[in-house]
């Protein structure tokens, strides 16, 4: 439920409602829009009676949510959140780009990378320090090590490191070392990792699951938000379906939809949705041209020879050819580069 105050509703009539309504048992966040308050009510709203809410001459008009989430919900928040990170943003009008390889491999590789994926326009590293691979005898990434690559490359370069967590273990030196800590889509419904998450400070990058609907997505970004962390940024990264040609298919149609539904920044990771790097520049445009507020790109130095995922990472190249045609793209629909 959501009640939206009078433009000349005061301070005190609204902390006397919030104060009123939180007697009932219901949480209240409150939200300053441009002209009016919005009292956002979480929890069991059952006790409540919106029309004796109404009966406030302060109070506009009492909405009840239909969606299971509210605190990602657009309705409790009509503004786009813009989410900081260092001296850069995610969401709001500027485009962010993260970029890097799928894993950490080495020092050279990883500061290399770092240093070329700045110079053409990235704003933030990616870099797998703990994999989730489908294998276990795969490549399973250098694990704190890596870590300690990603935070050498950061000093180096100044970018901001993007990094995927497995297991609430580590959780203390992700908050420490990391700036943006990712949840896979293998892990987007592991709600006791999502909860811990919540406890923390840092922006968490939530992937789709890979059969997860759009509701269940936002759901789990609800499960973050509930525990205080509100900095979430939700990432399409393709879906499983009947077509085998690509890895997943890449949902666009998710990204103007959760734009609607969300206040929450999102996302497109085209790499992981396409599996072939020859796709990643044509997606990454289709993404940017349908409004998402950002792309999570793979990008290696030496793809053939890459310990993970080297056949859908674009060289630095291809990457900074990309950037260039990203800020014409961009442009449209209102976003910088
Ligand atoms: C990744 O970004 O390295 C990754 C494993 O992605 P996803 O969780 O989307 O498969
Ligand atoms: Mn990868």
Known sequence: ?????????????????KGKIEMEDCRVSVVQGEKHCILGLVGDTTKIDPSKIEANEFVERVTKVQQPYKLANKLFHPHDTVIKVNDKTIGGDKLAVIAGPCSVESEEQIVEIAKTVKESGAGFLRGGAFKPRTSPYSFQGLKQQGLELLKIARQETGLPIVTEIMSADVID?????????????????????????????????????????IEELI?????????????????????????????NTLDLSAIPAIKRLSHLPVIVDPSHAAGMWWMVEPLSKA?????????IIEVHNDPENAKCDGQQSIKPERFDSLMKDLVVIANIGKKSV
């Open 173 to 213: 030196e992700f908050e420490r070392d990391v700036d943006i800590i990712q949840v896979g889509a293998r892990n987007m419904q592991n709600f006791e990792l999502l909860k811990q998450l919540g406890k923390t400070t840092k922006p968490i990058l939530l992937k789709r699951g890979l059969s997860a609907t």
């Open 219 to 247: 759901m789990s970004a609800e499960y973050i938000m509930s525990e205080g962390n509100e900095n979430v940024i939700l990432c399409e990264r393709g879906i499983r379906t009947f077509e085998t040609y690509t890895r």
């Open 1 to 17: 439920m959501i009640v939206i105050m009078r433009a000349d509703a005061t301070k005190e009539e609204i902390l006397k409602l």
């Open 287 to 295: 993404a940017v041209a349908v409004g998402a507020d950002g792309l």
